[in-house]
């Protein structure tokens, strides 16, 4: 069964507004990655937190940790036209094997 | 650069011929994996090598097969290819030494079968 569903399934906002997007999964976690991929190109890796961490930043993106909840949250801030994509996260349990959720579509609108 | 190359990008087979699709990298990573990508969801891992160990995974159709000749490359073989096979097929690979498992993913292959 799908460990990650996120949420929205779609995303559509203006050129310089905050997109935020949420993942929630089912069991225990080594980590947890965020990938984006281009309309019919393949994932590129964004950001990783790992179990142990609450929260993480890489330029425009924070990502949060929740292990209580079994969820996580990906904002991009000040949001722009190339940033429109589909994001998935991804979780790592261990032996190689990392499972994707759906994935959030975000549109943004110059 | 060191990447992660999938040939063809676009693939077009018949019902029942069989395909090859094929990914190499330069990354020298030991692991490679082969996911399969239906329109609008998550990737789905069909099956990965550690060096020469091949992991297949449970729910994987028999229809879908692999080999890896050596680190560089690693083939998907669809035996018989049906119109459920149409699908994006993204190649990935990782290192057991570096961050936790981030992956590295191939442009893709979009495979169309008639």
């Known amino acids: 069964s799908q460990q990650g569903e996120e949420d929205p399934q779609a995303l559509s906002i203006q050129e310089g507004e905050n997109a935020t997007m949420n993942c929630s999964y089912k069991?225990?976690?080594?980590?947890l990655q965020w990938y984006r991929q281009n309309s019919g190109r393949g994932l590129v890796h964004l950001i990783l937190?790992?179990?142990?961490?609450r929260e993480k930043h890489s330029g425009r993106l924070r990502v949060t940790l929740d292990t209580s909840k079994k969820s996580s949250s990906l904002l991009i801030t000040a949001s722009r036209a190339a940033d429109t994509a589909s994001y998935f996260c991804?979780?790592?349990?261990?032996?190689?094997?990392?499972?994707f959720g759906a994935g959030t579509r975000l549109f943004v609108k110059a | 650069d060191a990447m992660v190359i999938q040939n063809p990008r676009y693939q077009v087979t018949q019902f029942g011929k069989p395909v090859t699709l094929s990914c190499s990298q330069t990354?020298?990573?030991?692991?490679m994996y082969w996911y399969q990508q239906k329109s609008s969801q998550a990737p789905k891992l069909l099956f990965h090598?550690?060096?020469?160990?091949?992991?297949n995974e449970a729910d994987t159709p028999d229809n879908f097969q692999s080999r890896r000749p050596n680190t560089s490359f690693c083939f998907l073989d669809i035996r018989s290819p049906g119109l459920g096979d149409a699908a994006m097929y993204l190649c990935?690979?990782?290192?057991?030494?570096?961050?936790?498992?981030?992956?590295?993913f191939g442009p893709g292959t979009r495979l169309t079968v008639l």
């Open positions: 990935a690979t990782s290192s057991p030494a570096g961050k936790w498992n981030e992956q590295f």
């Open positions: 069991t225990s976690i080594n980590n």
């Open positions: 937190i790992r179990s142990n961490e």
């Open positions: 991804a979780t790592y349990t261990g032996g190689f094997k990392t499972i």
């Open positions: 990354l020298n990573h030991n692991v």
């Open positions: 090598y550690y060096d020469k160990d091949f992991n």
